[in-house]
C-alpha cells in the first residue's frame, strides 16, 4: 500500500453483514483464518450495524458503512 501511496483505507472484503461483530472473509471464512487481526486505535466502533472492515495504511482495520464511498480495494490471489 505504500508503494502506490494509497491515501486512506482500503476494502478488504471482510464484512461483519451476516452476524453483528462476526467478521468472515467474502468467502465466509473467519478473520482469524486471514492472519492479520490488528485494529486501527479505537476500532471496532461502530456497533449495532452491518459494516465492510476497510485497512488503514499502517493502522489496521476499521469497521466502515459498506456503501459510505468508493475505495480501492485488496484482492486474494488463490493458487
Known amino acids: 500500500m505504500k508503494q502506490y501511496e494509497v491515501p486512506g483505507a482500503v476494502w478488504t472484503g471482510i464484512s461483519d453483514v451476516t452476524a453483528e461483530q462476526v467478521w468472515v472473509?467474502?468467502?465466509?471464512?473467519?478473520l482469524s483464518s486471514t492472519g492479520y487481526e490488528?485494529?486501527?486505535p479505537g476500532q471496532p466502533n461502530e456497533l449495532g450495524r452491518a459494516l465492510c472492515l476497510g485497512?488503514?495504511?499502517?493502522?489496521?482495520h476499521d469497521d466502515l458503512y459498506c456503501r459510505a464511498t468508493e475505495r480501492p480495494f485488496l484482492c486474494e490471489l488463490i493458487d
Request: hydrophobic content about 40%; charged content about 15%.
Open 25 to 30: 472473509t467474502s468467502l465466509g471464512d473467519p
Open 38 to 40: 490488528v485494529w486501527a
Open 55 to 60: 485497512l488503514v495504511p499502517g493502522k489496521g
